[in-house]
């Protein structure tokens, strides 16, 4: 049975830093690996899907990672702004059954002015 | 881009009371839609996948009369919740899929539920 765990669970820091979240999953079957963006109460805002096939993307300050073979991935924000803060959902797409999404518990994320 | 609407936004209705949330896909035809819920600081949890026309696929524990999923267009699903209690408070969240079965998906904004 596929697992995602996000770690750290939360995250304070302040305004500049860069950062990493992490993501790790147990079955390296997948199709593709999704990072979103939650804000309190609002949906998701996909933010960087990558392929089974990829090792990375990247889109302006954000860059993702994914090790298949390790069940890892790796979202590095740089130079965090406090409109960065929400909590960031990695979802894994199995390569079995339906094309259903398996997200982890996210990290809450807090960047400080 | 695809946009993935759902109305209503936020509803607190009676214990006991049913409620319907409508997810619809603005400028796409969904083949597959994805019903997710989401409890308080807890991740996202499928409930169930629907394909046009067909009876929906419910995930293992998620009651299928109490969540009653119609997907009768290309466009729309509903989810009603019956007889509704408390612990059915959450935030629900559809994804609309397009390609062979519902390969790329698209979130909607999420419902939030609040049973008095």
């Known amino acids: ?113 | 881009g695809a946009v993935v609407s759902q109305h209503p936004s936020r509803v607190i209705c009676k214990s006991g009371t049913s409620v319907k949330i409508e997810c619809r896909s603005l400028d796409f035809q969904a083949t597959t839609m994805f019903w997710y819920r989401q409890f308080p600081k807890q991740s996202l949890m499928l409930m169930a996948t629907s394909n046009e026309g067909s009876k929906a696929t419910y995930e293992q524990g998620v009651e299928k009369d109490k969540f009653l999923i119609n997907h009768a267009s290309l466009t729309l699903s509903t989810l009603t919740v019956t007889s509704a209690h408390p612990e059915d408070s959450s935030f629900y969240i559809c994804s609309a899929g397009t390609g062979w079965d519902g390969e790329t998906q698209y979130f909607g904004p999420g419902t939030r539920l609040l049973v008095l």
């Open chain 1, 1 to 113: 049975k596929q697992e995602v765990t996000q770690i750290p669970a939360a995250l304070s820091v302040p305004e500049g830093e860069n950062l990493v979240l992490n993501c790790s999953f147990t079955d390296s079957a997948i199709y593709n690996l999704q990072w979103f963006r939650q804000d309190p109460g609002k949906g998701l805002t996909s933010l960087l899907l990558i392929q089974s096939s990829q090792r990375e993307q990247t889109s302006g300050r954000l860059n993702a990672s994914l090790d298949k073979s390790s069940g890892r991935s790796t979202l590095y924000i740089a130079a965090s702004q406090p409109g960065d803060s929400a909590t960031y959902l990695c979802a894994v797409k199995p390569t079995s059954g339906t094309y259903k999404y398996i997200f982890g518990t996210g990290t809450r994320l807090k960047v400080l002015a």
